[in-house]
Nanobody, 115 residues
Framework: QVQLVESGGGLVQAGGSLRLTCTAS?????MGWFRRAPGKQREMVAT????????DYGDSVKGRFTISRDNIKKSVYLQMNALKPEDTAVYYC???????????WGQGTQVTVSS
């Protein structure tokens, strides 16, 4: 079982920035961030392979968010810039040994963007 611990959420004004961090209990191939806004389905925000060679972003965050990872620290990061009120959601870190489906999930961290 892989444990994931997120941090870095909070309240920020529109146009501001936040950086989320997720640390895993063990090394794992694929890591990513997903989010769920109130009344909406969960959506993929960004995913990254162990080498960083495969990166994918959701359409709504392209150009504003950047995912990165530090394999020595077993951590993945999400730098969020130019935040919008519609980015308000609970953000979940996820991890998997394959890209087919993410098997392990963090507890979530709230991000609130005020207008």
């Amino acid at each position: 079982q892989v444990q994931l611990v997120e941090s870095g959420g909070g309240l920020v004004q529109a146009g501001g920035s936040l950086r989320l961090t997720c640390t895993a209990s063990t090394s794992i191939s694929f890591m990513g961030w997903f989010r769920r806004a109130p009344g909406k389905q969960r959506e993929m925000v960004a995913t990254i392979s162990s080498s960083g060679g495969i990166i994918d972003y959701g359409d709504s965050v392209k150009g504003r968010f950047t995912i990165s990872r530090d394999n020595i620290k077993k951590s993945v990061y999400l730098q969020m810039n130019a935040l919008k009120p519609e980015d308000t959601a609970v953000y979940y870190c996820a991890a998997s040994y394959t890209l087919d489906a993410f098997s392990f999930w963090g507890q979530g961290t709230q991000v609130t963007v005020s207008s």
